[in-house]
């Protein structure tokens, strides 16, 4: 049997995507293998938002063993990719793939008496009966890319790229590799029918299980990749998603984090979060070994916490925000993407919102009866963003009161609108003094914010337990880090472990510091 591992980057869609090639591989009788040096396959998910994030992919590579074979899947794939049409109908009854697609590439070449490898749209993959006609082709919708062949001379043993939408012909792939596979059709034919059974976690605990409602953004911000690399728009039945929270819950879930690129741009957003906050824990299920300690006090059945990311402002509804004021389940932190706080680099963003519109949401939120703290993103020094703009910005992140701000200095990506529209022209060293200027102004807000924390009562999911000298029982140094459910970071240093990861903890917040509390265990 054929052993796998899986390398996640970037974001907790690609934890989601990561479960799910998990889950089918293990349906198609591989087994997944803990320690990468062990498998026989490493796969990576791929992240391309930054160049950074490529670079340290590119990096990893070459610590894998050149017996062992690389997958590569998801943005990096996609992104580089340069796509190009089947110029003919498929729907004809004898269909011809254009010459200029009928070349080798790099396993039809080997693998098929007489590969035909073509590149077709979701669209027309849906009207095409791969399992009874066609046996010589091999359906891959990046075969033309000119990465794989970069990168195939320096890693010989890379095998495969692929997109997560290929997900349900994975095995098909895998046979053309002379994989031998054992598949049901019906458990593969639907990436988002997929359930995985184990979940592929950001932390070090597996409480928080990630459930897509959504793939893909038909919102083409100037700066942003994602519709490129993760296409457009597709959202999931309400039935499969609240039927896929329900199996996480059952099987000791305690935390449900909804995906999407818009989140909340799901049609029937708010009846999914109703739907799962109505769900029974009749939980049969024998709890996991590794989670009997929560077992022992009896927090450990049931769903506990329920959140959401990415939103787009313009999306939220006043029943979701009513839903905020009321439900105790549903976290109560609400992240309000802004990007500027100017309406001229908004524009020129595509964002459509204006900062009237933004302070509006704010005062909303404010107005509701429970506390409810709002983080946001901030894009410094978008091309053309003036001195005025940028002071636009500080003045509203005044306004927001945002218990955290996740800046980023802007870098063009190619493919992107901005990158084709807006020259970059600011070296990093004079955007990073706007970076500093907007730092100082969220550090001293973030103080504000977690001083008023003092003496409040809060449950803490621990995520990490960190010890002196790798040791759990010293006594000494250890220090237990987790989340609110405000999703502020708190940590605390105790004398022994009587707590574990994925344990929900009562606690006092006792002190403050920038982005973080620290706290007291109440018995
Ligand atoms: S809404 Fe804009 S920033 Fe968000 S994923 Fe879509 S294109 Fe990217």
């Known amino acids: 049997m054929k052993t796998f591992h899986i390398l996640t980057f970037g974001c907790q869609m690609n934890y989601a995507d990561s479960a799910r090639i998990r889950a089918v591989l293990q349906h ?15 796969i990576f998910e791929t992240c391309s938002v930054r160049q950074k994030s490529e670079d340290k992919i590119t990096g990893k590579l070459k610590e894998i063993r050149p017996d062992q074979k690389v997958w590569i899947t998801w943005c990096m794939i996609q992104h580089n990719f340069r796509s190009r049409r089947l110029l003919k109908s498929v729907t004809s009854d004898e269909w011809q793939v ?7 590439n ?7 008496q007489k590969p035909t490898i073509v590149w077709l749209t979701n669209s027309e993959l849906e009207l095409l009966d791969t399992r009874n006609s066609i046996l010589d082709t091999v359906f891959v919708n990046h075969a033309f890319n ?3 062949h970069i990168l195939q001379k320096k890693w010989r043993n890379l095998e495969l790229f692929r997109r997560i939408d290929d997900t349900w012909f994975l095995p098909l792939m895998l046979e053309r590799l002379w994989y031998k596979v054992n598949y049901e059709w019906e458990f593969i034919n639907e990436y988002e029918k997929i359930i995985p059974e184990s979940i592929t976690s950001m932390n070090m605990h597996t409480s928080t299980a990630y459930v897509p409602i959504s793939t893909g953004c038909n919102q083409f911000c100037a700066y942003c990749i994602v519709p490129y690399a993760r296409g457009l728009e597709k959202y999931f039945p309400v039935e499969q998603v609240v039927k896929e929270c329900e199996y996480h819950i059952k099987h000791w879930a305690k935390e449900i984090v909804l995906l999407g690129q818009i989140v909340n741009k799901h049609p029937q957003f708010v009846e999914i979060i109703k739907k799962i906050l109505a769900l029974k824990d009749e939980s049969s299920v024998d709890c996991p070994k590794g989670l009997k300690p929560c077992l022992t006090r009896n927090d450990g059945r049931g769903l506990k916490r329920l959140r959401y990311t990415s939103p787009y402002p313009t999306y939220f509804s006043k029943e979701l925000l009513a839903l905020h004021g009321k439900e105790e389940k549903l976290c109560p932190h609400i992240h309000m993407p802004l990007q500027s706080g100017s309406d001229a680099v908004l524009k020129r963003m595509f964002r459509w919102y204006s900062v009237t519109d933004a302070k509006k949401f704010i005062d909303d939120v404010r107005k509701l009866k429970r506390d409810i703290s709002i983080t946001t993103d901030i894009i410094i020094w978008f091309p053309g963003e003036t001195e005025k703009d940028f002071e636009q910005t500080l003045k509203f992140v005044e306004h927001g009161r945002f218990d955290m701000i996740y800046m980023g200095i802007y870098s063009s990506r190619p493919g992107t609108l901005a990158q084709k529209k807006y020259p970059d022209d600011v070296s990093r060293e004079v955007k990073r003094e706007r970076w500093n200027r907007l730092n100082e102004v969220l ?16 449950e803490m999911l621990v995520n990490e337990i960190k010890m002196e000298n790798g040791k759990r029982s010293t006594g000494n140094g250890i220090q237990l880090i987790g989340y609110t459910d405000n999703m ?17 903890v009562k606690v006092k917040i006792i002190k403050w510091a920038e982005f973080k509390l620290s706290w007291e265990m109440l018995p």
């Open 28 to 42: 198609c009788g591989f087994s997944y293998e803990e320690d990468i040096k062990k498998a026989d396959i490493v």
């Open 98 to 104: 254009p010459s200029q697609f009928q070349q080798w």
């Open 106 to 112: 790099f396993f039809g070449s080997l693998m098929s």
């Open 146 to 148: 000119p990465l794989f």
């Open 443 to 458: 550090k001293r807000i973030s103080r504000e914010n977690n001083e008023k924390e003092i003496g409040n009562i809060h």
């Open 488 to 504: 502020k970071q708190i940590t605390c240093n105790i004398q022994r472990v009587t707590r574990n990861v994925w344990d929900f």
